[in-house]
């Protein structure tokens, strides 16, 4: 197995990983028609809307949250290859987002505007307060702009949230937020981005404390986002970083 370059303590993982096999595309459709409508208040009284992908008997629930100009449709394939692998998803449309992905983002239609990034907030924590009443294990993953928040939204909610993880998290939210944020996170952590990204992103994980973080490397170039786990964006690396993924949240919920 080959290794990128170290960050110590930080592990970072090359994408020679043993692949998982690919749910097919008809159990997918399947799981992704089932998904249920949700409507949420985030704490200043904006409307969220969400899809709940339910798994039977679920080892956890993660809280997905989409990358800027976007919306829950960006997780249409991944919520269901979750589900698959036994865990519940919420997909969330956040406040700042917009028609990527061929949907609506259906928060911002219904406020009649779009927000900032560090505006959408509130939104993570709406989530985050939801799940917590499934009481299950809570895995919170960001998107960009989101995987940013989420740095901000671990950090300060270590107590609630069981792991995490940021695709192309980069310090997006000005004031060296997400690097503040980082230097606290004692949680299980994942990170990727794309390979031309990880220069600059990388950095920021490495200042987390805790003893169980990752950055994985792909070997391809990669997307930028959750997008890199969709095969249509990324037909040579989605695989691997699916490998890196399930591989990750296997271990940091093992009891």
Do not use: C
């Not at 090359?14 to 249920?36: D, E, G, H, I």
């Not at 294990?137 to 995490?164: F, H, M, R, T």
């Amino acid at each position: 197995m080959k290794y990128a370059a170290l960050l110590l303590p930080m592990l970072l993982i090359s994408s020679n990983s043993l692949a998982q096999p690919p749910q097919s595309p008809q159990a997918a459709a399947v799981q992704a028609r089932a998904a249920t409508p949700v409507t949420l208040a985030a704490k200043d009284g904006v409307k969220l809307f969400a899809r709940y992908y339910e798994a039977p008997n679920p080892k956890a629930i993660i809280l997905l949250f989409h990358q800027a100009g976007s919306n829950k449709a960006e997780y249409a394939t991944i919520a269901p290859r979750l589900v698959a692998a036994g865990y519940s998803a919420l997909a969330l449309d956040q406040r700042s987002g917009g028609r990527r992905f061929g949907a609506a983002n259906e928060t911002v239609g219904a406020a009649k505007r779009n927000y900032t990034y560090l505006e959408a907030k509130p939104d993570l924590e709406a989530a985050l307060a939801w799940a917590q009443e499934k009481r299950l294990p809570i895995v919170i993953w960001g998107s960009s702009y989101s995987a940013a928040l989420v740095y901000v939204v671990a950090a300060e909610n270590q107590d609630k949230v069981s792991a995490a993880l940021a695709f192309s998290g980069g310090d997006f939210l000005g004031g060296g937020r997400v690097s503040k944020a980082a230097k606290a996170i004692t949680i299980p952590f994942f990170a990727t981005s794309a390979r031309s990204e990880a220069p600059s992103m990388q950095p920021i994980l490495a200042r987390a404390p805790s003893k169980q973080k990752i950055f994985f490397v792909p070997k391809t170039e990669g997307v930028h986002g959750s997008s890199t786990l969709i095969t249509a964006e990324n037909p040579q690396g989605a695989e691997q970083t699916w490998a890196a993924v399930l591989s990750f949240l296997q271990t940091a919920l093992a009891k």
